[in-house]
């Protein structure tokens, strides 16, 4: 094999084995270090993005440790909330009740469909809810009324029977008061 451009290349003729011109040499090393600098700074990316995979599976542990931590604890408050309120006093609602001749009268005007002023509405409502939770509560401890009867019968005698169309919840809204 003949060589030509060997002034170009670098190459000897006179020896058997090749020899490279310095400006290549340098050229070579330079890239060769190049290289290497570039596999250090992709290894140093690899590292870093490793660590912080790692920390971010961290982090996601400790948040669900946390998160079962404070579900636990939130159990443990609900058991402790489970105490029961103190019930409401009917004696006491009684006594913010309308006189009987005042409740006549509103009875008379919601009947006839009259107006009433939001106040008397509001007394109005009150007084029937007391009478209604009054005879419920009366009916329940009578052992001459069956279980559960109560209720349809004092519904029937407050608010049926005058025409009026019960609010509702009244039931459970008189369960939370005592006798």
Known sequence: MKRKHTEDLGWTSKSSHRTIAPDLLDQIESNEQE????????????????????????????????????????????????????????????????????????????QHHKKLTPSQRKKLDHALFVNYCSCVKSLKYDKKVKDYLEYPVCMSS????????????????????KH
Request: net charge positive.
């Open 35 to 110: 290289d290497e600098r570039q596999e250090q700074v992709d290894e140093d990316i690899r590292r870093e993005m490793e660590e912080e995979r790692i920390q971010r599976e961290r982090l996601q542990r400790e948040q669900r440790e946390q998160r079962t931590a404070a579900s636990k604890k939130k159990k443990k408050k609900k058991k402790k909330k489970k105490k029961k309120k103190p019930k409401y006093s009917l004696k006491r609602s009684k006594k913010r009740m309308i006189s009987k001749k005042q409740y006549k009268e509103l009875i008379k005007k919601r």
């Open 158 to 177: 407050v608010y049926k029977k005058r025409g009026f169309t019960p609010p509702k919840g009244v039931t459970t809204r008189c369960s939370k008061y």
